[in-house]
């Protein structure tokens, strides 16, 4: 067997083959997100979501650099030490990004994947280390509720009704450090998506625009490994929210996939539904970021959890897409993290 045919599965899947390790992982999230049911499992709440800085944008920075320098310390490992580092947010030219990483001097590949941007991150950087082209990397995504709000939709000030399928952009960020050896929690596959346009242009649905994507993907996901759902423990997609979640739930279940038992979304978990005004739930790719990088990474270390699938959703428009009338397209990236014996890495 070729090393190609060992390293790809079917038509999306890469099987890593080396299995990185997953040596350490970082959170930071604003107060709203601190408030909800996974206050507890986060590095950093921040009160202010300015972060003593002058500016929303400024302070999404110190979001970033805040899971970055958690991760790293949980890695025992500094900057210099790292390969490469795959990020990015929801600004435009990846300007949160590119200023918090800026001081880290470590080569820099940005990221836009919107909401699954952390999953694209991930992957990304357990490709280069299973590949042997780096000893350690980094992955980091962001999102802010202040910055993104006014540059997709309405100023704050604006205080327009938000509809119900409206969801509420998570000002969180999330870091995680890739590396050859080291630790039980291994990336073994990443299925990489495909754009999936199903002609949805309401803005405010975008758990009907990426539901599609994240069937896709797991379809995919499940044909090329041979895997069913009731290999995952958990799957996880984000940020579909409620009404992506059901969706998800419909269609993957008219494709011969029953994700009853064990499937939930970022969106969903993040807040409390019932005490916090989210209406769908939460999004953003700090969202999904933060509950990996905070509830799931520690779950998977404490043996709670022995494997997840992990199912980055985004929704690929722009301003200036939307103002034309364009339809929102999808893309939905699945990585697995398994807890293996440190005898068996």
């Known amino acids: 067997m070729s090393m190609n045919a060992m390293k790809r599965l079917g038509g999306q899947t890469f099987q890593l083959t080396n299995r990185p390790c997953i040596l350490g992982w970082g959170s930071a999230v604003g107060k709203k997100e601190g408030e909800g049911p996974l206050k507890d499992t986060f590095g950093q709440i921040f009160q202010d979501s300015r972060a003593g800085q002058k500016t929303w944008e400024e302070g999404e920075c110190i979001f970033q650099q805040t899971a970055v320098q958690l991760a790293l310390e949980r890695a025992k490992l500094k900057p210099e030490q790292l390969g490469g580092i795959f990020g990015g947010d929801l600004l435009n030219q990846r300007v949160s990004t590119s200023g918090s990483l800026k001081n880290f001097r470590v080569p820099f590949f940005g990221l836009y994947g919107a909401c699954s941007t952390m999953a694209e991150s991930l992957g990304l950087a357990a490709l280069l280390c299973d590949g042997g082209y780096t000893d350690f990397c980094a992955a980091v995504t962001s999102s802010h509720f202040c910055t993104s709000e006014r540059q997709f939709r309405t100023p704050l000030e604006y205080g327009g009704q938000r509809t119900p399928t409206a969801q509420w952009t998570a000002t969180a960020a999330g870091s995680v450090i890739v590396g050859q050896t080291g630790s039980a929690l291994r990336v073994t596959h990443l299925t990489a998506g495909r754009i999936v346009?199903?002609?949805?242009?309401?803005?405010?649905?975008?758990?009907?625009?990426?539901?599609?994507?994240?069937?896709?993907?797991?379809?995919?996901?499940?044909?090329?490994?041979?895997?069913?759902?009731?290999?995952?423990?958990?799957?996880?997609?984000?940020?579909?929210?409620?009404?992506?979640?059901?969706?998800?739930?419909?269609?993957?279940?008219?494709?011969?996939?029953?994700?009853?038992e064990n499937y939930d979304d970022c969106g969903v978990m993040l807040f409390d539904a019932e005490s916090q005004d989210v209406h769908c739930g939460g999004s953003g790719c700090g969202c999904s970021a933060a509950v990996l990088c905070g509830a799931l990474l520690s779950r998977l270390q404490k043996g709670e959890l022995h494997r997840l699938l992990f199912c980055g959703t985004g929704a690929l428009h722009s301003t200036l897409s939307l103002q034309q009338g364009k339809s929102i397209p999808g893309i939905c990236h699945a990585v697995a993290i398994e807890q293996q014996k440190e005898e068996t890495c």
């Open 197 to 260: 346009d199903r002609g949805i242009t309401d803005v405010n649905s975008m758990g009907a625009a990426m539901a599609p994507a994240a069937v896709a993907t797991l379809t995919a996901h499940f044909r090329d490994t041979g895997r069913s759902p009731g290999d995952y423990d958990l799957i996880v997609t984000g940020d579909l929210g409620r009404l992506g979640k059901r969706l998800v739930l419909k269609f993957m279940k008219e494709n011969g996939y029953d994700l009853r």
